[in-house]
């Protein structure tokens, strides 16, 4: 069976940290971009972060950039989100998708993990 799992999310204060991790099955991680994506409450999905498959290129939006890091571990099948320096404003669900190259927009992605709660708040 083909699926991405998702783990990782909860509450945390502002200024904590999180991390994120996609793991998948029924298909070679490696072989795919593994895109990370937001939905928030009365918000559009966005995209967040990026890690291509065939140059190791990783993609971040300005407003997470410095703060959030995306990586691999392909011999695990797994992706991770480390989330630094967390603000109130990055409440939302959290997805990992899959496709093979990274695109901002989740039109064409062909898996998606089932999404993780991530909410800062004091």
């Known amino acids: 069976q083909v699926q991405l799992v998702e783990s990782g999310g909860g509450l945390v204060r502002p200024d904590g940290s999180l991390t994120l991790s996609c793991a998948s099955s029924?298909?070679?991680?490696?072989?795919?971009?593994i895109g990370w994506f937001r939905h928030a409450p009365g918000k559009e999905r966005e995209g967040v972060s990026c890690s291509s498959a065939s140059d190791g290129d990783t993609y971040y939006q300005d407003f997470v950039k410095g703060r959030f890091t995306v990586s691999r571990d392909n011999t695990k099948n797994t992706a991770y989100l480390q989330m630094n320096s967390l603000k109130p404003e990055d409440t939302a669900v959290y997805y990992c998708?899959?496709?093979?190259?990274?695109?901002?927009?989740?039109?064409?992605?062909?898996?998606w993990g089932q999404g993780t709660q991530v909410t800062v708040s004091s």
């Open positions: 998708a899959a496709q093979w190259v990274c695109n901002w927009h989740p039109t064409g992605y062909d898996y």
């Open positions: 029924g298909f070679t991680l490696a072989d795919y971009a």
